[in-house]
């Protein structure tokens, strides 16, 4: 068994694996993912151009690795900020996994691009693939920046993926509207406890064994509290402030290291098929 690790940038490189060794839950070193000449599979933020002045990279939100044209071997899928999912086919190269130099997207029926439509800049696509509805092929799941959930069906066929438009499973948070850095991570807590809150990331198992797919979520949770020695007026003051201004997200940090004591924290979810 081996493990393929991604990260958020692409530097030195997005994707790793870690190849298991002889001994049990004993890897290799890390090891960089690359394509047939060895170059870094980078995602750009628009789809690969003659003009690569222009081309800027994306951030990644996570990779997965799935066969999506029935050659048996595996192609690489980048979610990203910008909510597409970009792909590069798997190649043949002895002895490693290898991937095109080139980069498309997910595509629907009509030939336009998969993306999460949802309101706001930063959408952080997240693939995962299962076979959801039990037909042979491989659909697509999403997690998001919103928490919300997707299921973009495969109406293609094992060797072309193609999918429709995308079924919500899980709504969002709903306060992810604007691009306002503050009510990007400041949420009531009683949403906190409801559902993810932050870049949602979806895997599907048979959690209770009733032989349908579940999923398992995990989300990015960020927990807040005012500082003791601010007072909860002056506190409200600075709060109406900074939504006034709208500010960016140096504004942001600022407000939080003023004012806030705050923790990432991660959460995993496990929501149950009916
Ligand atoms: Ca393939
Ligand atoms: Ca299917
Ligand atoms: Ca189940």
Known sequence: MDIISGTFFSKPAPVY???GTKKKGRFHKAKPILTITG???????????????????????????ADLNDDGLLDL????????????????????????????????????DVKLTMPGYEKYSSP????????????LLSG???????????????????????????EGLKLHTKRDPLSYY?????????????????????YNGDGKLDLVIGDHYVEYNKLASVSQKEFEEKQREYEKIQSNVVGLRKFQDT????????????????
Not at 47 to 62: A, E, H
Not at 259 to 274: P, T
Request: net charge positive; aromatic share 12%; charged share 30%.
């Open 17 to 19: 694996v870690l190849e």
């Open 39 to 65: 170059r870094t599979p980078v995602a750009y933020e628009k789809n690969q151009v003659d003009n690569k002045k222009n081309l800027k990279q994306t951030q990644c939100s996570k990779q997965y690795l």
């Open 77 to 112: 899928v980048y979610g990203d900020k910008t909510g597409r999912f970009t792909k590069f086919d798997g190649v043949k190269k002895e002895g490693e996994m290898s991937f095109t130099n080139t980069q498309s997207t997910l595509k629907y029926a009509d030939g336009g």
């Open 128 to 139: 995962h693939f299962a076979d959801w509805d039990d037909d042979g092929d491989l659909d």
């Open 144 to 170: 998001s920046s919103t928490g919300a959930v997707f299921y973009f069906k495969n109406i293609g066929s094992p060797a072309k993926a193609v999918f429709k438009k995308p079924t919500t499973l899980l």
């Open 186 to 206: 400041m949420v009531p807590k009683e949403l906190e406890q409801d559902r993810p809150q932050f870049i949602s990331s979806v895997t599907t198992t048979d």
């Open 259 to 274: 004012y806030m004591q705050h923790k990432n924290l991660g959460r995993v979810w496990v929501l149950l098929r009916e």
